[in-house]
């Protein structure tokens, strides 16, 4: 396993491996990676002859406001758990190599952007967009591995290389979760001893909704005023979102007759977290 900073370095690597026939996978990250992230490896290693981890903290991605400066990062953390999961290329490039002097191409999708995460966080598809489709261009990847925990970004990417008529499978993991059920994410880490246990309320919430579901439930509003009520009993939690949306468009819908996914997002103290469930997974 190594690691490469430049384009150039990964298109070399990529192209000797295609001389030998070899299958490349790609798992784009933002670094300091976890067990959900090593799922996503895992998966790719073996559908895949290679696979590479990109590890880059994507500035577009993040407005303003957001913790582009603070985000966590750990390379030689990150480098040992690629290479215990058998990935064999890190891409880990500066800004500077992503974004060049002048920089002013960008990729944007209207409709799937505009519910759940897009609402608070106007800039960041387009930012997810960008990055992803240059890794695809950078990389030339047989299949790409994301996480089910953002739900919203998967549906986004699958739209992306469907319009856009990329050259690659998308495949979609499921959500990898600690062993009290808080879905596993590198914004865990901002978490004090109190806010890491007040934040169950996330996956608790996610487990009234999906019974109720399993139940029989299928009036949207019952569903998301249950969870709401049930988040609402935790005084260190703000609500952002708790919405069901059409699984393809990602638009509200207020029945459950197609296949829908449930999502929330949810401040604990300053620490924004989302979880979510798939109706079709109940």
Same mark, same amino acid.
């Given at each position: 396993?190594?690691?490469?900073?430049?384009?150039?370095?990964?298109?070399?690597?990529?192209?000797?491996?295609?001389?030998?026939?070899?299958?490349?996978?790609?798992?784009?990250?933002?670094?300091?990676? @976890? /067990? !959900?992230?090593? %799922?996503?490896? *895992?998966?790719? &290693?073996?559908?895949?002859?290679?696979?590479?981890? +990109?590890?880059? $903290?994507?500035?577009?991605?993040?407005?303003?406001?957001?913790?582009?400066?603070?985000?966590p990062r750990d390379?030689?953390?990150?480098?040992?758990?690629?290479?215990?999961?058998?990935?064999?290329?890190?891409?880990?490039?500066?800004?500077?190599?992503?974004? @060049? /002097? !002048?920089?002013? %191409?960008?990729? *944007?999708?209207? &409709?799937?952007?505009?519910?759940?995460?897009?609402? +608070?966080?106007? $800039?960041?598809?387009?930012?997810?967009?960008?990055?992803v489709t240059k890794?695809?261009?950078i990389v030339q990847?047989?299949?790409?591995?994301?996480?089910?925990?953002?739900?919203?970004?998967?549906?986004?990417?699958?739209?992306?290389?469907?319009?856009?008529?990329?050259?690659?499978?998308?495949?979609?993991?499921?959500?990898?979760?600690?062993?009290?059920?808080?879905?596993?994410? +590198?914004?865990?880490?901002?978490?004090?001893?109190?806010?890491?246990?007040?934040?169950?309320?996330?996956?608790?919430?996610?487990?009234?909704?999906?019974?109720?579901?399993?139940?029989?439930?299928?009036?949207?509003?019952?569903?998301?005023?249950?969870?709401?009520?049930?988040?609402?009993?935790?005084?260190?939690?703000?609500?952002?979102?708790?919405?069901?949306?059409?699984?393809?468009?990602?638009?509200?819908?207020?029945?459950?007759?197609?296949?829908?996914?449930?999502?929330?997002?949810?401040?604990?103290?300053?620490?924004?977290?989302?979880?979510?469930?798939?109706?079709?997974?109940?």
């Amino acid at each position: 396993m190594k690691i490469v900073t430049t384009v150039q370095e990964v298109r070399q690597q990529v192209a000797e491996w295609r001389k030998q026939g070899l299958t490349v996978g790609l798992v784009p990250t933002m670094g300091y990676l @976890h /067990e !959900g992230h090593a %799922s996503l490896i *895992d998966r790719s &290693v073996s559908e895949n002859d290679r696979t590479v981890v +990109s590890d880059f $903290v994507n500035p577009m991605q993040f407005g303003p406001t957001e913790d582009l400066q603070t985000y966590p990062r750990d390379i030689d953390h990150d480098a040992a758990l690629v290479e215990a999961h058998g990935g064999d290329l890190i891409f880990h490039p500066e800004p500077s190599e992503m974004y @060049h /002097e !002048g920089f002013s %191409s960008f990729v *944007d999708m209207t &409709v799937l952007t505009q519910e759940l995460c897009g609402l +608070s966080r106007p $800039v960041h598809f387009r930012g997810v967009c960008t990055v992803v489709t240059k890794l695809f261009n950078i990389v030339q990847p047989d299949a790409a591995y994301f996480g089910k925990k953002d739900a919203q970004q998967l549906a986004v990417i699958r739209h992306m290389v469907d319009d856009l008529n990329m050259n690659l499978r998308i495949v979609g993991c499921p959500i990898v979760r600690e062993a009290d059920g808080l879905a596993k994410s +590198s914004r865990n880490t901002y978490l004090s001893a109190e806010e890491r246990q007040a934040a169950l309320v996330l996956s608790q919430s996610i487990r009234l909704g999906s019974d109720m579901v399993h139940n029989g439930t299928t009036d949207c509003a019952a569903i998301i005023s249950a969870m709401q009520e049930h988040i609402n009993t935790q005084p260190l939690a703000k609500i952002d979102y708790v919405k069901i949306v059409d699984a393809a468009t990602m638009q509200p819908i207020p029945t459950l007759d197609r296949p829908a996914l449930c999502a929330i997002a949810v401040y604990i103290g300053k620490t924004r977290l989302i979880d979510n469930f798939f109706t079709e997974d109940v």
